[in-house]
Nanobody
Framework: QVQLVESGGGLVQPGGSLRLSCAASGSIFGIGVMAWYRQAPGNQRELVAT???????SYVDSVKGRCTISRDNAERTVQLQMNSLKPEDTAVYYC???????????????WGQGTQVTVSS
C-alpha cells in the first residue's frame, strides 16, 4: 500500500509564504517524476510544478519566480516553497508521484489527499 501524505497548508496573508511537504511511504521500489497540482473551487486541477528524479524542474507561468519545488530521493519527499502568495493561489494542493513497485513494474500515478492553501487578508 502506497501513501502520499501532504502537510504545510493553511491560511496566510497576501505576500506571505508557505512550505508544502509530501512524503511517500509503503512498498516502493522507485519514484519517478514528482509534482504539485492545485484545484480551486469551480476550476479544473492545474499542474503547478514538476521535478524529475534528477532534479530538473518546471513551473506553470503563474508561479514562476515565486515557487520552488525540491525533492529528497532518499527520504522520498517533495516540497513546494511558495513565496509572495496571492489570493489567486488559494486552492487545494495535491502531491503527485509516479511510483514503481519493483524493478520490472511500470510507473503508476499516485496522489495525496490534498492540503488547503488559503491566501486572504
Amino acid at each position: 500500500q502506497v501513501q502520499l501524505v501532504e502537510s504545510g497548508g493553511g491560511l496566510v496573508q497576501p505576500g506571505g509564504s508557505l512550505r508544502l511537504s509530501c512524503a511517500a511511504s509503503g512498498s516502493i521500489f522507485g519514484i519517478g517524476v514528482m509534482a504539485w497540482y492545485r484545484q480551486a473551487p469551480g476550476n479544473q486541477r492545474e499542474l503547478v510544478a514538476t521535478i524529475s528524479r534528477g532534479g530538473a524542474s518546471s513551473y506553470v507561468d503563474s508561479v514562476k519566480g515565486r515557487c520552488t519545488i525540491s525533492r529528497d530521493n532518499a527520504e522520498r519527499t517533495v516540497q513546494l516553497q511558495m513565496n509572495s502568495l496571492k489570493p489567486e493561489d488559494t486552492a487545494v494542493y495535491y502531491c503527485y508521484a509516479a511510483i514503481r513497485f519493483d524493478s520490472s513494474s511500470m510507473l503508476r500515478p499516485y496522489w495525496g489527499q490534498g492540503t488547503q492553501v488559503t491566501v486572504s487578508s
